[in-house]
């Protein structure tokens, strides 16, 4: 079965600084994609960034970046000058589609991130 | 806003009992995603619905059942609540079936059992 682990269950950022959440995942399959997800406190779940694993080349949407070591199954989220609206749980998520098969979809534990003005 | 809706936005129920929670995707998605999410459990995902027809089944209990209607609303059926059901629901939409469409979440349901 798909595991996806986030082994920080907090973190804190300075406004203006970097920071980065880890994220490993365990599978078999050779198709999937990945996926950071932002939950505020209003929970609304908000997609922040995706990487299909048959790309090379690192996600990047903006101020967050994706470090994806597909040998390692690593999955990192980088968020550069960390805003306070940048302040949530974030989730890393999993989703394949065995041939045949049905969708698989695994979340994180997830890791709540605080920034600090 | 996603454009995804839920309804209601709060359920308080006693065990034994049965809800209903809707889902109305975005215009023009044509899969449904339901998501359950608990303290105990984390995030987890429920089931999938493409265009009417079940595609993707995860840990839903047998006490939960969903459909989608030709309209392409959906709907949650929990039946013989317990407390541990407690949770917020999560509607999800896509235009596609497959695993590549970006969901988009609704501001979910939260069910209390009392």
């Known amino acids: 079965a798909q595991t996806v682990t986030q082994s920080q269950p907090e973190m804190s950022v300075q406004e203006a600084e970097t920071v980065t959440l880890s994220c490993t995942y365990d599978?078999?399959?050779?198709?999937?994609?990945l996926f950071w997800y932002k939950q505020p406190p209003s929970r609304q779940m908000i997609l922040v960034i995706r990487?299909?694993?048959?790309?090379?080349q690192n996600a990047t949407e903006n101020r967050f970046s994706v470090n994806f070591q597909k040998a390692a199954k690593s999955f990192s989220l980088k968020i550069s000058d960390s805003q306070l609206g940048d302040a949530a749980m974030y989730f890393c998520?999993?989703?394949?589609?065995?041939?045949?098969?049905?969708?698989?979809?695994?979340f994180g534990t997830g890791t709540k991130l605080q920034v600090i003005p | 806003d996603s454009g995804v809706t839920q309804t209601p936005k709060h359920l308080i129920t006693a065990t034994g009992q049965r809800v209903t929670l809707r889902c109305s995707p975005r215009?023009?998605?044509?899969?449904v995603y339901w998501y359950q999410q608990s303290l105990d459990q984390g995030l987890q995902f429920l089931i999938q619905?493409?265009?009417?027809?079940?595609?993707a089944k995860g840990n839903i209990l047998e006490r939960f059942s969903a459909q989608q209607f030709p309209d392409l609303h959906s709907e949650l059926n929990l039946s013989s609540l317990e407390l541990g059901d407690s949770a917020l629901y999560f509607c999800?939409?896509?235009?596609?079936?497959?695993?590549?469409?970006?969901?988009?979440f609704g501001p979910g349901t939260r069910l209390t059992v009392t």
């Open positions: 999800a939409s896509s235009v596609g079936g497959g695993m590549s469409y970006e969901q988009y």
């Open positions: 599978t078999s399959e050779s198709d999937y994609y």
């Open positions: 990487q299909e694993a048959y790309k090379q």
């Open positions: 998520a999993y989703r394949s589609a065995p041939s045949g098969g049905y969708q698989k979809v695994t």
């Open positions: 215009s023009g998605d044509l899969s």
């Open positions: 619905y493409y265009n009417g027809e079940e595609r």
